[in-house]
């Protein structure tokens, strides 16, 4: 007997998408299988709950706005697919992608990506600061990420179930994913995109959004290896000591409270590196496989 295809449950995250979201639904039946499409609303103020039930997706409403990672894990707990996928409501992922990241599931990956080149970036900024991260993140887990923060994926629901419980609430939930995953031990595809400008005004503030980009850096370490992060600060810490020191003894003969300090602190951050890596292997041990 042949087996029966696996369930796809598409899961929309949306606030205030309204103009664009009904374009995205019917592209959507247009170009892919879907068994169940699921809008999550995060309290929009316009009319997208009702478009999307005119469209005939299935409507969870949050009663006050979370933001976009807790609609993300609001979707995928309603969702009854044995495959999740995830794309943004404002027009920016083509539907017609679909498929082709399904095709990298059926290859036998966990999670496939769909990887925004330079020009899709929404600004030049915006861009050289993804390819920073995306270089930050490749050293990290050896392996190439072409786009971290790409929130266009397909991903086997039961994998992504088990870090739920990681993913924040706000707008770093593909970062949290991506790293989550390197770190279990799964399979990561990534298949280029071109990704649309959005319809409708950004959600994202440059002022506060600018100081999350600079935490998904330390995110970044603490949810793979904190080590690999601590150690060469650590380093740089201790080298700064002994080039003062060596000035020091050179100039004065003694030992500085300054070399003193730049030597502790290299071992304080060594040491809050030893934690953290406890800590993560505590974050992921419920998750490892025999």
Not at 96 to 109: F, K, M, W
Not at 179 to 202: L, N, T
Not at 207 to 218: T, Y
Request: aromatic share 10%; hydrophobic share 45%.
């Amino acid at each position: 007997m042949t087996p029966s295809p696996e369930k796809i449950s598409i899961v929309i995250p949306a606030r205030n998408e309204a103009a664009s979201l009904a374009d995205v639904l019917d592209r959507i039946r247009e170009h892919c299988r879907a068994d169940e499409i699921i809008v999550v609303d995060d309290a929009s103020t316009d009319a997208t709950t009702d478009v999307a039930e005119q469209h005939g997706a299935r409507v969870v409403r949050h009663p006050y706005r979370k933001g976009n990672g807790a609609a993300i894990k609001t979707g995928a707990r309603a969702a009854t697919g044995e495959i999740l996928v995830f794309l943004d409501g404002d027009g920016q992922h083509d539907p017609a992608d679909i498929p082709r990241l399904l095709g990298l599931l059926d290859q036998g990956y966990d999670m496939a990506v769909g990887a925004r080149g330079f020009a899709s970036q929404a600004s030049v900024g915006r861009g050289l600061a993804n390819t920073f991260y995306n270089r930050l993140a490749s050293w990290m887990v050896n392996h190439r990420v072409a786009d971290l923060t790409s929130g266009f994926r397909a991903v086997r629901a039961d994998k992504f179930g088990e870090f739920l419980y990681l993913l924040p609430n706000g707008f770093s939930y593909p970062t949290t994913c991506t790293m989550a995953f390197f770190r279990a031990g799964y399979s990561v595809a990534y298949q280029p995109i071109v990704a649309a400008r959005r319809q409708g005004r950004s959600h994202l503030n440059p002022v506060r959004d600018g100081v999350r980009f600079l935490l998904i850096i330390f995110k970044i370490g603490s949810l793979y290896s904190p080590l690999k992060l601590f150690v060469p600060v650590s380093a740089l810490f201790f080298a700064l000591a002994s080039v003062w020191y060596g000035h020091t003894f050179y100039t004065a003969g003694r030992f500085t409270n300054m070399s003193a300090l730049l030597y502790s602190t290299s071992l304080l951050v060594f040491l809050l590196g030893l934690i953290s890596e406890q800590i993560t292997q505590l974050l992921y041990k419920d998750t490892e496989r025999p």
